[in-house]
């Protein structure tokens, strides 16, 4: 389910933290440098590194656009890239002169938050280049950062333990001690909960070797609430990064102990642990809109990483992969489905003639009786009926279009997908009409966009129709 496609090694020293746009992975190291590669072939790109920092560089994040990359150090600045020529945009020198830990950008790319070793905050003005607000904790270093992806608040996670939640006036709205020997990572979840726009899952790790999946709620008249979904348990030293694919469905972890466990979200199941890395996992992160994730460690090392489509061998696993095309079934597959359906006295008839997917689907009344020679007429016609609901499961599979491959405006297909302001990938046709009728504000989130300029998505064009082709009517021939 899960393969290694390539790993990185440009780094001189341990890597701390990694990050992707829709177009480029970011990483960080201590050997002081930022390193920005192409999504599409993990190339590095030509501008790469980025030099600027004194000391080690602890954290790295891109705006919601993809234009702009943070990144955060121990030389107490938080500097800010413009991703397109890794020129440098601006320098943001935290009040305390601290170390800088954290960094990450609200969605609407109107505040960068920035936490450091004295536990300080500070909210910048991305425009201004100001500082907004600032705040602190109570105890312990800021080492962990996440934003609602409603932008309404955000959580901080301390080497105390404690993971807190503030608004953008910084008024801190619920403090809670999640982790006994401190936080060292804390993610959200893109996916509301159930629907609900007030309801997210958090996922956060800690030193005491566990990860801990929340469900956050900011609806009246029950305020701001954090209350425990699950702890997940594998690892077997602190944990210290965590992170959510995009559907929601799973998160990944990096551990001391040299692993990397991918969860299921909901159960709570260890489905992979992958033991690559030689040295402590530092950090991991999904790519947004395709299945990779990386995973970066103190060996020098980032992997990427790849999910796989599930192998079908099972009823059961059939109903979990409806998109899966039959026609890719092998001979194998095809007697495992004889037997789910009370067919095991056909196996070896199928099997003697070489009876895969394809050959499945184009069995006929006359086939059946006058090539395989199946005498008894219910078991074909118990076969024919079976087949029957395999074409209808295949219809459904090519009209089940992934949500992140529909434009929130027309809510097809998507051809041309584009990036706004928001953060947002949006049919380009459909976002030029939206702001030609003069609404300049996000279609997702109602704020005003802070920029008009489209760029494109072209990694989610790419996925939309790597999907495309693994659709058996799209693979159709129209003269056939």
Partial sequence: MVKLICTLTDHSDDIN????????????????????????NFEELPYSPLKGHTYAVHCCCFSPSGHILASCSTDGTTVLWNTQNGLKLAVLEHPSGNPVRICRFSPDSLYLVSGAADGSVILWNVQTLKVHRSGSVQDGSLVACAFAPNGSFFVTGSSCGDLTVWDDKMRCLYNEKAHDLGVTCCDFSSQPVSGNKQEFQMASSGQDNVIKIWIVSSAD????????????????????????????????????????IIFETNTGNILHTLTQHTRYVTTCAFAPDIPLFATGSMDKCVNIWQFEPKKLFTETARKESPKTSIENWSEEDVSVWLCNHGLKALVEIFQKNNIDGKELLSLTKESLADELKIESLGLRNKVLRNIEELQMERKSACEAVPDEFLCPITKELMKEPVIAADGYSYEKEAMENWIVNKRHSSPMTNLPLQRLVLTPNRTLKMAINRWLETQPVHNQNPRS
Wanted: proline fraction near 3%; include cysteine; aromatic fraction near 8%.
């Fill in 221 to 260: 008249p029950i305020g701001m609430e954090l209350r425990c979904k699950h702890t997940l348990s594998g690892h077997t030293a602190p944990v210290l990064a965590c992170a959510f694919s995009c559907d929601g469905q799973t998160v990944i972890s990096g551990s001391v102990d040299k692993t990397v």
């Fill in 17 to 40: 933290y990694c990050a992707f746009s829709s177009s480029f992975l970011a990483t960080c190291s201590l050997d002081k440098t930022i390193r920005l590669y192409c999504l599409s």
